[in-house]
């Protein structure tokens, strides 16, 4: 189960920070994506992050968003800066688990099995 949250609206220029709570179950090792999507288009993959805290960033959002994590917690965040208009969208966090002791997948390239509900990000100008 995946539950966001931090979503709101802010003024262009601003920062959020959305949050993602997971539950790993039986699982020792995972795979943390977030994604966005505007009604009308395609979803966006945003950042990804894996049990051994390797990282990727779309374009988009580099330099600009910043994922991390709390593994004690169970929790992966995304730090959003410089926010624009155009970041205004539904953010989702989604994952996939593994038994394995290291996720052993490329985590850029993992299929998502489980995603959250949800949370709106409104950039106004």
């Known amino acids: 189960q995946l539950v966001e949250s931090g979503g709101g609206s802010v003024q262009a220029g601003g920062s959020l920070r959305l949050s993602c709570t997971f539950s790993?179950?039986?699982?020792?090792?995972?795979?943390m994506g977030w994604f966005r999507q505007v009604p009308g288009k395609e979803r966006e993959g945003l950042a990804t992050i894996d049990t051994e805290y390797s990282k990727t960033y779309a374009n988009s959002v580099k330099g600009r968003f910043t994922i991390s994590q709390d593994i004690d917690k169970n929790i992966v965040y995304l730090h959003m800066e410089s926010l624009n208009p155009e970041d205004t969208a539904m953010y989702y966090c989604a994952a996939d688990f593994s038994t394995a002791e290291f996720y052993p997948y490329p985590c850029h390239q993992t299929d998502f099995h489980y995603w959250g509900q949800g949370t709106q990000v409104t950039v106004s100008s």
């Open positions: 790993r179950s039986i699982f020792q090792s995972w795979c």
